[in-house]
């Protein structure tokens, strides 16, 4: 269930990202230009918090399945590692954001 | 024509004469009455009801009754295997226990609470309730769907197609007691959500019927009462 | 083996999947770093190659994930197969495209 909720969030928000930055590249926009939109914005690290967290719930979950299913991965051994690659995903994606939006 | 048989040593090749309008059925059956008796195969009514003759003809799980030999030769040979994801108890004959099994522990069987002292149960067959039950309902568990499955071979716990079309059946079954409890079975990781909509049960199903429109069904009732709480 | 439609619709699924969930951390890295320093070492055609392969993964993965979130709740119609099919073709063609723009 969490991977479908996950998922409907990740479809809007991939959605607005990808026209985001098709706008962003298209414009040919430096990164001293793309920083000065983006730092201080409290609409878009909001918004990208929200991307990053749904990506952490999202990836995991659909790892699960291709571990069950192609690794023959059951068990708490694999719920571990998936819960390390989540922690992974949150703290490499929050460094992006604060980066940027911050 | 070349045919393939699977054995449980291995592949057997035997040569069948070509017949008009030979079902698979008929080769399997001349090649255990003419060429090697100790062939073991199942079949019953061979008139595409009971669903017993189910195997794997060119990678393909399908009833070899139903299946003319026309449609299916491909370069003048024929493959024939044992139904797949069921272990193998001899040559074409495979265990379907533990098939049924799963539709046990799926809550496949209806439990009522009326007896023949009450009234008959009033059930409007255009209603939408029945009419998500009766589309499913004459599934026969032949198990071709759960042979086409790859969750099935990926995932040896999963219910499959046939056990979880019943209880979607049941689900919608007015009269039954216990759809919570059934709701619990499928709800797991071994249930319903492992379903990855491949499709490919109902591309199989030889009476016509889509395990993936039952499991989805399944997927949107589980959702439901999760919000609910009732889960 | 020859497949129907809806088994390499799943494939493509879960490939760009597994292909996004390897190629994020490093996407989250490359653009702190790459927004904190300069974009000229994104300049680099191999980065540019990994970039579009993630623009193309997800463009897919959202088609595929459109396609299932549309196959289970919506009510069942055999024509929704081909019209969630067209929408995953439609999400490719968009991501294919916005890519190369890149």
């Known amino acids: 269930m969490a991977q479908r909720a996950s998922a409907a969030v990740l479809a809007v928000c991939v959605t607005v990202h990808l026209f985001t930055i098709v706008y962003a590249v298209r414009g040919g926009l430096s990164a001293q230009e793309i920083l000065e939109r983006t730092r201080g914005s409290v609409a878009w690290f909001a918004f990208y918090s929200l991307f990053v967290l749904a990506v952490t719930v999202h990836v995991p979950i659909g790892l699960r399945s291709v571990c069950t299913e192609w690794l023959r991965w059951r068990g708490r051994s694999r719920d571990f590692a998936l819960l390390l690659f989540a922690a992974l995903l949150a703290w490499a994606g929050m460094r992006a954001v604060v980066g940027v939006f911050a | ?152 071979k990926w995932n040896p716990d999963y219910l499959g197609p046939a056990a979880l079309n019943r209880a979607w059946t049941l689900i919608n079954d007015v009269r039954e007691t216990r759809n919570l409890e059934r709701l619990r079975a499928v709800a797991g990781d071994a249930g319903c959500h492992a379903c990855h909509t491949h499709v490919s049960c109902t591309e199989r199903c030889p009476k016509g019927l889509s395990p993936t429109a039952s499991i989805a069904g399944l997927k949107r009732a589980v959702a439901k009462a999760l919000v609910k709480g009732e889960l | 083996m020859k497949q129907h439609s809806s088994y390499w619709a799943f494939m493509v699924h879960r490939v760009s999947g597994i292909a996004l969930a390897a190629f994020l951390p490093l996407h989250f890295w490359t653009l702190a770093s790459a927004l904190q320093h300069s974009l000229a070492w994104t300049e680099q055609p191999l980065v540019k190659l990994g970039e579009w392969l993630v623009v193309v993964a997800l463009a897919a993965h959202l088609g595929g994930g459109l396609r299932v979130l549309a196959l289970e709740f919506l009510p069942w119609r055999d024509w929704q197969k081909s019209l969630a099919a067209a929408a995953a073709a439609l999400a490719v063609g968009v991501g294919l495209g916005g890519a190369r723009r890149q």
């Open chain 2, 1 to 152: 024509m070349k045919v393939l048989v699977k054995r449980t040593a291995g592949y057997q090749e035997f040569e069948v004469p070509r017949e008009p309008s030979q079902t698979v059925l008929d080769v399997v059956t001349y090649i255990q009455r003419k060429l090697d008796p100790t062939l073991a195969y199942r079949f019953a009514c061979r008139v595409g009801m009971c669903g017993s003759c189910a195997m794997t003809v060119n990678g393909v799980p399908r009833w070899t009754c139903r299946t003319h030999v026309d449609r299916v030769l491909e370069k003048e040979t024929i493959t024939v295997a044992p139904l797949r994801n069921l272990p193998v108890i001899r040559d074409l004959v495979v265990d379907m226990g533990e098939f049924f099994d799963k539709w046990a522990r799926a809550k496949g069987q209806f439990r009522g609470e009326q007896t023949r002292r009450d009234d008959f149960a009033k059930v409007s067959p255009s209603s939408g309730n029945r009419r998500q039950a009766d589309a499913g309902i004459e599934c026969i568990g032949c198990a071709v769907c759960y042979s086409a499955c790859d969750v099935v």
